[in-house]
T-cell receptor, first 112, second 113 residues
Framework: SQTIHQWPATLVQPVGSPLSLECTVE??????LYWYRQAAGRGLQLLFY??????ISSEVPQNLSASRPQDRQFILSSKKLLLSDSGFYLC???????????FGPGTRLTVL | GNSVTQMEGPVTLSEEAFLTINCTYT??????LFWYVQYPGEGLQLLLK?????DKGSNKGFEATYRKETTSFHLEKGSVQVSDSAVYFC????????????FGKGITLSVRP
């Protein structure tokens, strides 16, 4: 069966510090991968998606970036965090050309 | 573009009450429709889906019917439990190969014993 992992589960970082969140999927090949952010009291915002290694599409211009160095690994990064980057970050995957997405447990990021 | 509108929340019900959460959508083509549930501190879980008009998705006592004529996908449950307390998101899929989803804002359901 397929599983999706995210780490860390929680993170507290100072403003201006770098960020690296990791997501890995097991039990499937060539998945589509997605990063979402969920700010307090708000819905889900799609940040990035990827249909293959090295292929990243950005949905919202901001100080975040994403990379996909391996087929089942998706990384969300920032060089300098802002207060507004605080939120709950969710990674998701789907089978290529299928529309159901499956979500990871999320990372709670607090920027102080 | 695509959009999903959910009723305003939060919703508070007593245990064993009937639940309806409204969801309407705007989309081109024939998207799939989804309900996801998020329990406190967790990621989203797929609750149910429907892929074409008049399909009924069901799971754990929840049901929703894909109504193309009213562009709706309302979620219902006949008798809610305290364990159903969560945030519920309605979503629709892009019809392209990237499988992007458009989500509603979500609604918080609290069920009292």
């Amino acid at each position: 069966s397929q599983t999706i992992h995210q780490w860390p589960a929680t993170l507290v970082q100072p403003v201006g510090s770098p960020l690296s969140l990791e997501c890995t999927v097991e039990g499937t090949s060539n998945p589509n991968l997605y990063w979402y952010r969920q700010a307090a009291g708000r819905g889900l915002q799609l940040l990035f998606y990827s249909v293959g290694i090295g292929q990243i599409s950005s949905e919202v211009p901001q100080n975040l970036s994403a990379s996909r160095p391996q087929d089942r690994q998706f990384i969300l990064s920032s060089k300098k965090l802002l207060l507004s980057d605080s939120g709950f970050y969710l990674c998701a995957w789907s089978v290529r050309r299928e529309d159901t997405q499956y979500f990871g447990p999320g990372t709670r990021l607090t920027v102080l | 573009g695509n959009s999903v509108t959910q009723m305003e929340g939060p919703v508070t019900l007593s245990e064993e009450a009937f639940l309806t959460i409204n969801c309407t959508y705007t989309a081109t083509g024939y998207p799939s429709l989804f309900w996801y549930v998020q329990y406190p501190g967790e990621g989203l879980q797929l609750l149910l889906k429907a892929t074409k008009a008049d399909d009924k998705g069901s799971n754990k006592g929840f049901e929703a019917t894909y109504r193309k004529e009213t562009t709706s996908f309302h979620l219902e449950k006949g008798s809610v439990q305290v364990s159903d307390s969560a945030v519920y998101f309605c979503a629709l899929s892009d019809t392209g190969a990237n499988s992007k989803l458009t989500f509603g804002k979500g609604i918080t359901l609290s069920v009292r014993p």
